[in-house]
């Protein structure tokens, strides 16, 4: 399994609506989530009910996947993206460490 060190971008934001805690995340690599993959750069993601949900910078869904949050011992000192080589040789995520929290978002296989 290999595991990404992300240059940081963790915001907690309070989005309009929900009032549902957004993440903002830089992506260093392609990633493949669920069925779409995302591209190198900025992206903010919301956990609704048991989904990930990530938007680019101009608010446009382009990724849903099905996860479960899990709550750890203790808080992460890093936002982390967990990811593993597929037989394609793209890489997969896996999840989420978010910095600050004790969360961690683990995508369904």
Known sequence: MKILLLGLAFTGLLMAGA???????????KLTVGSAQLKPGQYHMK?????????DDEQRQVAKAPVTVATVARKFDNTEIVSSRMANNSEKLDAIELQGTKLKVEFKK
């Open 19 to 29: 009032r549902s805690k957004s993440y903002s995340l830089t992506v260093t690599e």
């Open 47 to 55: 956990v609704e009910a048991s989904n990930a949900v990530f938007f």
